[in-house]
């Protein structure tokens, strides 16, 4: 019997036969089961093929003429097949691919799943469509490599299958590879479709190639758009089961959990005790893949978690590692029974502890004995090698008479190394730290595990070692780890604890390299815009101009960074510092690498790091006004009508509307208020002090001024001299603007010194000016070629002798 209960639960009541007499009935709760669910797995499958389409067509792109090279072999090879032959391969192909998915459909509808069937249908028709739509648009206005790669250069062939891109979306969509026979079948019909194609001229391999996983993608996405009919077991299956292991279910209750891929049920006993039952379902098992996918690429292997298991694997370590917890003596709920349910799911059954989750206790209730009981519980588990990985306020609680309990073990490892063990000393010294301070944690970390435990830990305070809602919780207190870190040290360890480098690179360098790419693809697509013939028309004499200029810009980089500095700085070794900074430039954005190597040098000069931070920031916060200054007076003089009337012009004024604009949002919007007020605190904190010490050197301000505005003019001057040696001819104003303008935007990009950028920039401001496109790439080219290539190899040696004599 079925009935629906408030709040959209079903109440299953079912007579559970025993072998001697029926004297039971079982209560099931639980909410409405939908009947049809969208699988990640079917998402999953989806991005893949997209990622394949992807990746086959810019292969193909890349390597077209050994493409095109197979291509003529197959054709030939088919060519010399029979006359007879060919037309009775092209005959069988036709037949079964139409008659393969018709003899599956016909199945189907005898086993009364014509709702399967409709789907298919539905996915072959998007399919088609998608596939002539794509066909008609590589034809029309598609780029003409592809359209030869797709066609063969032959008129009349289509681009892309329409009938073998519609099979696929249909067999996809039925479902067809979980039937052995069938799907041996479905591909010999395709193989014998290519034969076919290949033979009659009508196809080529990347179209067929392509056709196929375009069907594959339209059939994946109709199973995760319309969904898939829900084979997750329901709470009374669940309830057989647990019959079968010899229990004796009265009730069960499904209980509101936020896991991913498992279910919980709360299953009451005959004789009054409860079992809390864990259910993994397999269609759940690849919840979240894509970021554990994300994790283990970006992770070192060691500390990084397999992103797909099977259902039985997932049952086998959860088992595993509830059993290892328990031989190691800690307190966890005891794990009574394990079984399959079917194909599709599989359960766990746990002794039910009566507790409440860490994270539901306030924190005042959080005394030392609490935390000295977390931290014992822990060491058991450290003993035995074995690491929780998720300790945090919902997998820690606290039991009626106020022990500890750990909870959901299932991404523990057992046999860990020292760096699964250290990670867990770490994300539990974080979290409690959160909980009660890094005073108390560290505390009580010191007091039950010692110094020298906690010590081992202190490299993997890292904010990528933690779990995702611990990452959460320190963006609220960014200076936590800090304060963890310095407690520890405090202590006085005898531990000395190596480096650790958990990532195999950070977001922001993957941006840096795809950036780079891009830069180099549009830096070599200028170089094939240039002629060579203009290049050797130079004038020598302007590249010398521009030659000299470009060095003495390292002087005034110089002065700038001395005149902010109250302490004595040598001006030779300073300036071999800026060449340093130009070799630093290869592996860094412009805007970081100055201010890193200046710091450095600041430092080793003696100077304490507060403060050698506080300089370069003055130095770049006075640079950034003169910048902005000098910009926005040449753009005036640039708009004026005569040189006495000083008329604005109308791109200064929809200029400063546009920043003025952009001012008023950020400030209106509380969240951009704060980002950009801490950018800015943490950038030039401790700026305007070291700003009062400089004023009262009037030496040092006029060196400091001095040099910051030498910097920009002799920038100016080697780009109007490139300019000037190609034979061409603008205003010093008009440089400038351009100048400064590009070098902001060089400034922004993450690229290794706004390499694309600049370049980019530069040449539509000065083609924008009035300069020949010619003229103004190769102005811009050998402005580059001064003012960042050339000053590598200097900067180089500059780097290694610095280095060499401990000034960096």
């Known amino acids: 019997m079925t009935e629906i209960r408030e709040h959209g639960e079903v109440a299953h009541v079912e007579g559970e036969e025993p072998e001697t007499e029926r004297d039971s009935a079982v209560l099931v709760v639980e909410p409405l089961l939908p009947q049809r669910i969208r699988r990640p ?51 069988l192909s036709g037949a079964a691919m139409l008659g393969v998915p018709t003899a599956y459909a016909v199945e189907r509808v005898l086993h009364r799943d014509g709702l399967r069937v409709a ?33 063969g250069g032959r008129q009349g062939v289509e681009p892309l299958n329409t009938l073998l891109t519609s099979v696929i979306a249909y067999v996809t969509a039925v479902r067809i590879s979980r039937r052995p026979t069938w799907r041996a079948a479905l591909w010999s019909a395709v193989a014998l479709n290519a034969v076919a194609l290949f033979a009659a001229t009508a196809a080529t391999i990347l179209g067929i190639v392509v056709s196929i996983l375009v069907g594959l993608a339209v059939g994946y996405a109709t199973l995760y758009g319309i969904g898939s009919p829900n084979t997750r077991p329901p709470g009374s299956t669940i309830v057989a089961t647990l019959a079968k292991l010899g229990f004796a279910p009265v009730r069960a209750h499904r209980l509101d959990d936020d896991h991913q891929s498992s279910r919980r049920y709360a299953v009451g006993l005959k004789n009054g005790t409860r079992l809390d039952v864990t259910v993994l379902d397999r269609d759940r098992q690849v919840a979240g893949v894509l970021y554990r996918i994300w994790r283990r690429i970006r992770l070192n292997t060691e500390t990084r978690r397999r992103a797909i298991r099977s259902l039985r694997a997932e049952l086998e370590r959860e088992a595993l590692m509830a059993y290892a917890t328990q031989a190691a003596g800690a307190s966890i709920p005891r794990l009574i029974g394990t079984s399959e349910i079917g194909t599709e799911a599989a359960l766990l059954a746990y002794e039910h502890i009566e507790t409440r989750p860490l994270d539901e206790i306030p924190d005042e209730e959080i005394d030392d004995n609490l935390l000295a009981q977390i931290w014992e519980q822990v060491l058991l588990l450290q003993v035995q090698r074995l690491a929780h990985r998720r300790l945090t306020g919902d997998s820690i609680h606290v039991d009626n008479e106020g022990r500890v309990v750990l909870m959901d073990a299932r991404s523990g490892e057992i046999a860990a190394g020292d760096l699964l063990l250290r990670l867990d000393i770490a994300q539990l010294l974080t979290y409690l730290s959160l909980r009660v ?17 906690l010590a081992g830990a202190l490299p993997l305070l890292q904010r990528i070692a933690l779990t995702r809602e611990t990452r959460a919780a320190l963006t609220r207190n960014k200076e936590l780890l800090t304060a963890i870190r310095e407690r520890i040290v405090a202590l006085e360890p005898q531990v000395e604890a190596d480096e650790v480098r958990l990532e195999r690179f ?48 390292y002087v005034a980089a110089a002065l700038m960074l001395r005149g902010f500095v109250p302490e004595r700085l040598p001006l030779g070794r300073t300036v071999l510092v800026q060449f340093a900074g130009s070799f630093v430039k290869l592996v860094a954005p412009a805007a970081v690498s100055g201010v890193a190597i200046n710091t450095r040098y600041l430092q080793k000069r003696g100077i304490p790091p507060g403060q050698a931070v506080a300089s370069v920031g003055a130095s770049q916060l006075i640079g950034l006004a003169s910048h902005i200054t000098l910009l926005l007076l040449f753009a005036y003089i640039t708009g004026s009508s005569a040189a006495t009337s000083f008329t604005p012009s109308r791109t200064l004024v929809f200029v400063l509307l546009a920043v003025a604009v952009a001012v008023l949002f950020i400030v209106s919007v509380p969240r951009l208020r704060r980002m950009v007020s801490v950018r800015l605190r943490a950038l030039f904190s401790g700026v305007i002090p070291r700003l009062l010490d400089v004023l009262q050197s009037p030496q040092k301000i006029i060196e400091g001024c001095s040099g910051t505005l030498l910097l920009t003019i002799f920038f100016v001057v080697c780009l109007d001299a490139s300019v000037r040696a190609f034979g061409g001819s603008l205003s010093f104003a008009a440089v400038a603007i351009v100048f400064l303008a590009g070098n902001a935007i060089g400034s922004a990009a993450p690229t290794p010194g706004g390499l694309g950028a600049v370049e980019a920039s530069l040449s539509v401001g000065l083609t924008l000016s009035g300069l020949p496109g010619e003229v103004a790439t190769s102005a811009v080219l050998l402005f580059r070629l001064l003012t960042f290539w050339l000053p590598v190899l200097p900067g180089w040696a500059s780097f290694t002798y610095l280095q060499r004599h401990e000034a960096l």
């Open 41 to 91: 797995s079917d998402l999953l499958r989806f991005l893949a093929t997209l990622l394949g389409l992807v990746a086959v067509v810019l292969l193909a792109l890349v390597a077209k003429k050994t493409l095109t090279g197979l291509e003529g072999d197959v054709i030939d090879g088919t060519n010399r097949a029979p006359f007879l032959l060919s037309g009775l391969v092209g005959v």
């Open 506 to 553: 950070r977001p922001r360098t993957l941006i840096t390299i795809i950036a780079s790419a891009f830069a180099a693809y549009f830096l070599v697509y200028y170089l094939t815009q240039i002629n060579l013939n203009m290049i050797t028309s130079a004038k020598w004499g302007w590249t010398g101009v521009a030659f000299v200029a470009a060095m003495m810009s």
């Open 119 to 151: 789907e298919g249908l539905f996915a072959a028709i998007a399919g088609m469509v998608l596939s002539f739509a794509l066909g008609e648009w590589i034809v029309g206005a598609g780029p003409e490599d592809l359209w030869l790669l797709l066609t």
């Open 437 to 453: 301070g890094a005073e108390r944690a560290v505390a009580a970390g010191a007091a039950v595990a010692g110094p020298d435990t």
